[in-house]
């Protein structure tokens, strides 16, 4: 097995590798200087704490305005505290969900797919350390990362919220949203998509599309890197299953 699948297998995150597309002068972001955006939410292009941080403007307002609000609905009203009671009476919104876009975050100068997979990996979970939001009771927290020129599109989810929001699920909805995140095509359609399957997923609302289909789809503890064709473009599907070594 290839180095990188195995970081991956050990490191719990879905990723998919976008084709890539060259831009010239993009600023580049780190784990430690990425804002925060419930504390730094000014330089996430926000006017008041939010679970969206959208630094490079990415986003039109309108899209920002609308994930915003989809956003906070489903953290504080739409989605059931999972954890104890104890933990739920002192404080009982539901899971919550963070989106985090960038341009670019660095990667050195080697931009092998090995490199942009171990990169992505690592700035988004050094993210979730660093950050401990403090509504994170019980490792129930989600976060969605994009990447435009690195073309990454990542989903990593606590210990709790992955009992729900299972790999498979993750694979399944990011694949059904992953033209979205094609040149020239309106990501905020992509982004609002998974959150509201994620949203149904949390809620015991969503049916599998293997469901759908008549039947369930298999899947064993470990899943292969599965290729296949967007628009006549490959894209790389790795989804793995977090070991408890991150949040233990």
């Given at each position: ?55 490079d403007g990415l986003l039109d307002n309108n ?16 989605t059931l505290c999972p954890c104890s009671a ?163």
């Amino acid at each position: 097995m290839p180095h990188s699948t195995m970081l991956l297998a050990h490191l719990g995150i879905y990723l998919i590798l976008l084709p890539t597309f060259l831009y010239a002068d993009i600023p580049v972001w780190r784990a430690d200087n990425y804002p925060h955006p419930r504390n730094q939410y000014v330089l996430c292009k926000q006017n008041k704490p939010e679970w969206l941080c959208d630094p490079d403007g990415l986003l039109d307002n309108n899209a920002k305005d609308i994930l915003n609000l989809v956003l906070e609905e489903m953290n504080v009203k739409y989605t059931l505290c999972p954890c104890s009671a104890w933990e739920c009476e002192s404080n009982s919104g539901g899971y919550y969900t963070s989106v985090i876009l960038a341009k670019k975050i660095e990667t050195g100068t080697n931009t092998s797919q090995a490199a942009l997979l171990n990169n992505a990996i690592g700035f988004v979970s050094e993210l979730d350390k660093r950050w401990s939001f403090k509504e994170d009771r019980c490792e129930e927290g989600i976060i969605l990362f994009y990447s435009r020129d690195d073309n990454t599109l990542l989903t990593y989810s606590g210990k709790t919220a992955r009992k729900v929001l299972t790999p498979e699920l993750i694979r399944e909805i990011t694949e059904k949203a992953g033209q979205h995140f094609l040149p020239d095509e309106n990501i905020s359609v992509g982004l609002l998509k998974m959150v509201g399957d994620y949203r149904q997923v949390l809620n015991n609302h969503y049916v599998p599309q293997s469901k759908h289909l008549g039947g369930e789809e298999l899947i064993g503890s470990t899943i292969r890197p599965l290729p296949y064709i967007f628009l006549h473009l490959f894209l790389l599907v790795l989804s793995v299953t977090l070991f408890s070594f991150l949040g233990n």
